[in-house]
């Protein structure tokens, strides 16, 4: 089965610096990549996902990028605000094999 | 809120009882999933539904799990003979297949065993 691995565990950043979390996965046939903000005691929520024709996407201050040949993918936030502290989680899936694997999360710290 | 729900919120029990947990995914969503996550971990895969089938179940569901969704809308999630390991919080998520695999969660159920 998929096996995800997310790294670092911990990142601080000063605030207005980037943060960039890094996963890998193991099964080539995985072509669905989300990330996932949970805040303390609250649901994870999506904030940008990756389908595995596109190398790279954006959405304001988030960015994910994407290398099928390495099979890794990676979440880029810049302009760090306090309110991006939080634990966020990547994922990996494939049309046909509905079901999410998660990373083991990166609790994201930003120092004002 | 149109989002999904889950109830009840939280449930403690003594090891041994039966619990039984509810989701109600976003309106017209076809696919609902259970997932199960522990302290510092990321949501654990527990089962899926298209409508009403049950199309796929993880080895961690063991014969004391049982979930269902008997008319395609809402679902249930039943333990019987809790343990202190059946400790976690569990996630529902819903999805639709029209608009690709977005799966959209809802607050979770956190279930103390003693």
């Known amino acids: 089965g998929e096996n995800v691995e997310q790294h670092p565990s911990t990142l601080s950043v000063q605030e207005g610096d980037s943060a960039v979390i890094k996963c890998t996965y193991s099964d080539s046939a995985s072509n669905y990549f989300p990330w996932y903000k949970q805040e303390l005691g609250k649901r994870p929520q999506l904030i940008i996902d990756i389908r595995s024709n596109v190398g790279e996407k954006k959405d304001q201050r988030i960015a994910v990028t994407l290398n099928k040949t390495a099979k890794h993918f990676s979440l880029h936030i810049t302009e760090t605000q306090p309110e991006d502290s939080a634990v966020y989680f990547c994922a990996a899936s494939y049309f046909g094999n509905e079901k999410l694997t998660f990373g083991t999360g990166t609790r994201l710290t930003i120092i004002p | 809120d149109t989002g999904v729900s889950q109830d009840p919120r939280h449930k403690i029990t003594k090891r041994g009882q039966n619990v039984t947990f509810r989701c109600d995914p976003i309106?017209?969503?076809?696919?609902l999933y259970w997932y199960r996550q522990t302290l510092g971990q990321g949501p654990e895969f527990l089962t899926y539904?298209?409508?009403?089938?049950?199309?796929?179940k993880s080895r961690l569901l063991s014969d004391r799990f049982s979930a269902e969704r008997p008319k395609g809308s809402f679902s249930t999630l039943e333990i019987q003979r809790t343990e202190q390991g059946d400790s976690a919080m569990y996630l529902c998520a819903s999805a639709t297949s029209r608009t690709g695999n977005e799966q959209f969660f809802g607050p979770g159920t956190r279930l103390t065993v003693l």
């Open positions: 539904f298209q409508n009403e089938a049950q199309l796929e």
């Open positions: 309106s017209e969503h076809n696919r």
